[in-house]
């Protein structure tokens, strides 16, 4: 299996685009990917969404992105794993490239959510629950996170409070970050008194909705021999599923997905968790960054909200995390998030992330989360 | 890249499943696959859908399927081709265990059309369209097709019942496959006097809506070597787009993704098309059979209707065609057709097919058209 590396990355700014729709999103991406990477065309294009069908009544985007970006003809398919989809069609594009079926790949992701009214994003959202047995009982994907994070403040005796450090670093890095939903500084006063949306998920617990896309241009890393484009190895890409609905899992509060996702990522890079110089975790709400915490290996069971009290996540700590302002601020562009977080992984391993930077970085993990933790694609790269 | 083979096929019957639901259908199809081959488990799952969001409100379908199917844990992602999903999922099946990143895989389709109202159904299909540019206009899936068996008929001097031998074919056909939708033989009378759809489409013109679920087990030909399991090969497994809406074509009656997807096929395969035994087609509309044959070098430019008329398509013919029924008559649960057909020719490659068997069948063709031929995915399986 050839070894694939990521040559070019091309991304737009998450937030309200009232002027680009679906279509251009994708193609700006795309464009930015072939400019980064000094390249015109690819042999395929693997596109993560999770919402066009309900949100922009759309689908075919392969056909219809391919056409848009002027790559007409060239093979190209969406892929969907919920929340999970961008990391998802990474993984894909790896694997065409891996097997010499394609000499070179897009894998991107985008989701335009902001056309739609509030409660059909809502309901579209929910789709990543299980339909017949939870949405349709009225429980939204906030409302499914909260039992979660309910549960683990009553099972492990912590506080809503204690949760604080994993938005105010996540806002504190976005500062830096251009292409970030939000630029504003939080307090621990501003998350404690956040507006309650399902209790105890409060407004600065939970990510924001946005449209945005990302891309990435993938080749075999053989092919970059003699020239002196940066080495940014895929030297993991693996993927795991639990149930679909919460309650069906025997522990409602570990993420077996992401436990067995980055175990076997961690094999195939031959590293272990002390090895990464950062993480880019998936922080939709503050309980998911430290269940994501507790299952890839770096705090005990219920002790994941330790490593935001003692700074460990912060840019100099021990395990920095959401560098670029994570979901929390970056932004959640659900189908494009997977892509986002292993884009500024690149951009952390070329030492291309401005007041972001992590000193020194070398190898990253990018962990992205698919419905209530049922569906977890895990990337680690390298600088090689 | 190491050759893929498929050891074992599962499907349900193609019809209005009130008693199943997508997951009820999709795990049918797994574990009638897994029977089939003699297995257990895969290293991760491919799974044709295009309209599950809308239609049955769940997206996430890798988690879903692989949870009710009992192979929870195991990786698996929705792929998303429009009316050319169920191929894709074999496509990108194919490259993940030719990478050697997957010793074994399952491609599969599932669609559960009949759940919702047919104006809910219709919109569904639409979003295969360009949204933006096509359904906005208010034209549907097969109005698009109507527009081009409109000007077909126009430019070439056909009549309206020159077409009738490739429903007539197809109904026959699917007399003898219990899977079928429709078990109704249809005379030239009947196609003639059918009820209008869409000018010139009539109802025996158009592939009828269904639920259904087909799914493949796919390993690496190298692993069957001492067993005396029959030996399937994927030969060829390629795609191609076109522009998403049909008035951006330089040429709408032209089905360029077939063309370029068939030519790449033939090339993987080192065949000519006088070397197919039996050729699976994408007869959603009776126009789309024409187009088709003559995007694959079957017939002239034009042409197509011709074989029709000659007989060329028949079971003894030149090039038989949807000798299980086809979409016409098969049916066509859109994200799990490029399932049925690829499974289709297994069967015959087996020498399965029953009252159906080509006889001595050894080379076969699969084409699984997205949209008005905007994503088009084709196959060439092998008995070696």
Redesign the interface.
């Known amino acids: 299996?050839r070894e694939v590396a990521i040559i070019g990355i091309g991304q737009t700014t998450v937030e309200e685009h009232w002027d680009r729709?679906l279509?251009d999103l994708a193609a700006d991406a795309i464009l930015a990917a072939f400019k980064d990477a000094g390249r015109e065309k690819v042999d395929?294009i693997f596109i993560g969404n999770?919402?066009?069908?309900?949100c922009?009544?759309?689908?075919?985007?392969?056909?219809?992105i391919?056409?848009w970006s002027g790559l007409?003809?060239?093979?190209?398919?969406?892929?969907?794993?919920?929340c999970g989809s961008g990391a998802?069609a990474i993984h894909?594009g790896a694997?065409?490239v891996?097997?010499?079926?394609?000499d070179s790949a897009i894998a991107m992701g985008v989701e335009k959510m902001t056309d739609t009214s509030m409660p059909e994003t809502t309901?579209?959202l929910?789709?990543?629950?299980?339909?017949?047995f939870e949405?349709d009982q009225g429980v939204t994907f906030v409302g499914l996170n909260a039992l979660i994070m309910q549960r683990y403040l009553h099972e492990y005796k912590w506080k809503h409070a204690d949760f604080a450090s994993f938005s105010i670093n996540a806002h504190e890095n976005a500062m830096h970050n251009p292409n970030a939903r939000l630029h504003d500084r939080i307090s621990a006063r501003d998350y404690r008194e956040a507006r309650m949306i399902a209790d105890p998920i409060n407004l600065l617990d939970a990510s924001p909705t946005g449209d945005g896309a990302a891309a990435l241009v993938l080749v075999p890393l053989d092919s970059l021999r003699g020239s002196n484009v940066p080495r940014i190895v895929i030297a993991g890409?693996?993927?795991?599923?639990?149930?679909?609905a919460v309650h069906?899992r025997r522990d409602g509060l570990w993420l077996?997905?992401a436990y067995?996702?980055a175990v076997k990522a961690y094999g195939q890079a031959g590293i272990q968790p002390r090895d990464l110089d950062l993480f880019e975790l998936h922080d939709a709400f503050s309980i998911m960054a430290a269940l994501s915490l507790e299952a890839c290996g770096f705090a005990e069971r219920g002790q994941g909200p330790r490593l935001g009290l003692d700074g460990d996540i912060r840019p100099k700590g021990r395990i920095p995390v959401a560098t670029r302002g994570g979901l929390k601020a970056r932004g959640h562009p659900v189908g494009a998030t997977g892509v986002y977080q292993v884009l500024e992984i690149v951009q952390q391993l070329r030492g291309e992330a401005g007041e972001n930077q992590i000193e020194g970085a070398k190898i990253g993990m990018a962990q992205n989360i698919?419905?209530s933790g049922?569906?977890i694609v895990t990337h680690v790269l390298r600088r090689s």
Chains 1, 2 share one sequence.
């Open positions: 299996m729709s279509r395929g999770m919402m066009s069908g309900i922009s009544h759309q689908e075919n985007l392969g056909a219809l391919a056409g007409q003809g060239t093979e190209a398919f969406k892929v969907e794993a919920a998802a894909i694997m065409a891996a097997s010499g079926y394609m309901a579209a929910a789709t990543a629950a299980d339909a017949d949405s890409s693996t993927a795991a599923t639990d149930s679909i069906d077996s997905a067995a996702s698919g419905g049922s569906n």
